[in-house]
């Protein structure tokens, strides 16, 4: 599981950040930022370099460390703020599946909206 955390938190994260403040409407205003294209494309290409492993991870099993864990719950607000700044997860889509796993979970649901409503 750490292994995951560390991930997410050293690469995935901070790449999905630098595309989310250019691409989320929501982001741009609670945090008072705007992101620029540079940047933001900075981080889509390390994004590319991520999700595969991702993918790998995911094509084999329904949860990151096989049984639904904290590491699946590390990743979910950053892949949904990417998700709703609108991008594409179609090229992973044992990514795609999985995000969608999480989100149809009731305590993402009942978390969501304490975050993000």
Request: net charge neutral.
């Amino acid at each position: 599981m750490q292994r995951w955390q560390f991930f997410q938190a050293g690469h995935v994260t901070p790449a999905c950040i630098a595309v989310y403040r250019q691409t989320n409407a929501r982001v741009q205003r609670v945090w008072n930022v705007q992101g620029d294209e540079q940047t933001a494309s900075a981080g889509r290409k390390e994004l590319a370099r991520y999700f595969p492993v991702l993918e790998a991870a995911l094509g084999r099993q329904n949860w990151l460390n096989g049984d639904f864990s904290l590491a699946d719950i590390a990743f979910a607000p950053h892949l949904w703020l990417l998700a709703e700044g609108g991008f594409d997860f179609s090229e992973f889509p044992a990514v795609d599946a999985w995000l969608r796993r999480l989100w149809e979970r009731p305590a993402w649901k009942k978390t969501a909206e304490l975050i993000f409503e």
